[in-house]
């Protein structure tokens, strides 16, 4: 049964009948708006990214999953591939995460989407990002990027590493950056 999660929410990771999920893939969807133009609406694209921070319990970043870096050092994190139009259903972008091959140092995975050409949230409608159990393809959580606006960026959510096992918090803090470098002053809040 997936959960869907509203701004600050946490779920567990772990499993109702014992255990914890140990790989995941955060997926990320979304659509252009269409534009108003001079002989009506027309259709446009829009190059929205997904990102994964690696923290570790001190805060320090210490590995980054992108567009221009498509795995983690240890392996344990990949993305998929960059979607620049958000065209088709479903996930635009994905990043999978295998919870059992990450480095003990890190205890904080932040995904974050920016809008590498500029455009901002006004401009974007139906964006989502969601949590899927990869051993059964079943979805956990699912968090509605809603609240359009002025913003070119947004913090997604984050999985943290406890002692009984992983959770998932939805954070929806709206920022502005065209790369997961200028979200990171923005991310020190929310680890």
């Known amino acids: 049964m997936t959960v869907s ?3 600050g929410q946490k779920v567990s990771l772990s499993k109702a009948g014992g255990g914890t999920l140990t790989r995941v893939r955060m997926g990320l969807g979304w659509d252009a708006a269409p534009k108003k133009g001079l ?38 994190v990949r993305h998929t591939g960059d979607n620049l139009t958000g065209d088709g259903d479903g996930d635009d972008e994905s ?37 899927i159990d990869e051993s059964t393809g079943r979805e956990v959580a699912r968090y509605d ?20 096992g992983w959770s998932m918090t939805a954070i929806g803090a709206p920022a502005s950056g065209r790369t997961f470098r200028d979200l990171l002053p923005a991310m020190a809040a929310h680890l």
Not at 98 to 122: E, H, I, Y
Not at 146 to 155: E, L, M, P
């Open 5 to 7: 999660l509203t701004k």
């Open 39 to 76: 002989f009506g609406m027309r259709k446009q694209t829009i190059d929205l990214d997904a990102s994964c921070l690696l923290f570790s319990a001190g805060g320090d970043l210490v590995d980054q999953v992108w567009f221009r870096q498509l795995k983690s050092r240890d392996g344990a």
């Open 95 to 131: 990043i999978e995460v295998d919870l059992t091959r990450l480095s003990a140092g890190v205890k904080t995975l932040v995904f974050t989407v920016n809008s590498f050409t500029g455009q901002d949230f006004s401009q974007i409608e139906n964006a989502f990002c969601r949590l």
């Open 145 to 164: 990027l809603t609240g359009s606006g002025r913003h070119t960026a947004q913090i997604m959510a984050k999985l943290v590493r406890e002692e009984q």
